[in-house]
Antibody
Framework: EVQLVESGGDLVQPGGSLRLSCAASGFTFSSYSMNWVRQAPGKGLEWVSYISSSSDTISYADSVKGRFTISRDNAKNSLYLQMNSLRDEDTAVYYC???????????WGQGTLVTVSS | QSALTQPASVSGSPGQSITISCTGTSSDVGSYNLVSWYQQHPGKAPKFMIYEGNKRPSGVSDRFSGSKSGNTASLTISGLQAEDEADYYCCSYAGNTTWVFGGGTKLTVL
């Protein structure tokens, strides 16, 4: 069974930094591209970032470009999101999600809450 | 990277059919047959319901179907059931390994 477990969410002040992690199990992590998707409280889903299986292709939403960095460690079956210069509008539940351009499946974790507030 | 446009809410009675629209642009929905749909119950992670516009993952009821015409994709749920009450999101590939989601539609089963 595919499992994705996010961690690292916390309360952080504006301008601060946070690193999210996603532990993957139940599948060959190194074979799949991964994403981060976020959902602000009471709002819709917003795609944040993508990383290919070998990390050779990375992309970001305009709203986080230059502030967030996605990475992965295939040896540790883990996905990461380094978030810098955090803003109030970055407050959201952050989901780790396995899907790619041509995917007949899409698996998501339960999310981790990031709150940016002074 | 503007969000796809969905109606804020739709409703229907048990047994009826409803359709949720998802309007994008020629840069996303109109350019790719890569629209997916997600169902999300309160406090839960999204569930994958439709991919590549009209395909269902294994385990998803055939009451759910998708279609696309031009820059607009649609999700139809037939034979509405109480458990279908949820938020629904469309998602389109937008090129260069980027994606865009719709704003979401709240489905109420009357």
């Amino acid at each position: 069974e595919v499992q994705l477990v996010e961690s690292g969410g916390d309360l952080v002040q504006p301008g601060g930094s946070l690193r999210l992690s996603c532990a993957a199990s139940g599948f060959t992590f190194s074979s799949y591209s991964m994403n981060w998707v976020r959902q602000a409280p009471g709002k819709g889903l917003e795609w944040v970032s993508y990383i290919s299986s070998s990390s050779d292709t990375i992309s970001y939403a305009d709203s986080v470009k230059g502030r967030f960095t996605i990475s992965r460690d295939n040896a540790k079956n883990s996905l990461y999101l380094q978030m810098n210069s955090l803003r109030d509008e970055d407050t959201a539940v952050y989901y780790c999600a396995r899907f790619g351009v041509y995917s007949s499946s899409s698996h998501w974790g339960q999310g981790t809450l990031v709150t940016v507030s002074s | 990277q503007s969000a796809l446009t969905q109606p804020a809410s739709v409703s229907g009675s048990p047994g009826q059919s409803i359709t949720i629209s998802c309007t994008g642009t020629s840069s996303d929905v109109g350019s790719y047959n890569l629209v997916s749909w997600y169902q999300q119950h309160p406090g839960k992670a999204p569930k994958f319901m439709i991919y590549e516009g009209n395909k269902r993952p294994s385990g998803v009821s055939d009451r759910f179907s998708g279609s696309k015409s031009g820059n607009t994709a649609s999700l139809t749920i037939s034979g509405l059931q109480a458990e279908d009450e949820a938020d629904y999101y469309c998602c389109s590939y937008a090129g260069n390994t980027t994606w865009v989601f719709g704003g979401g539609t709240k489905l109420t089963v009357l």
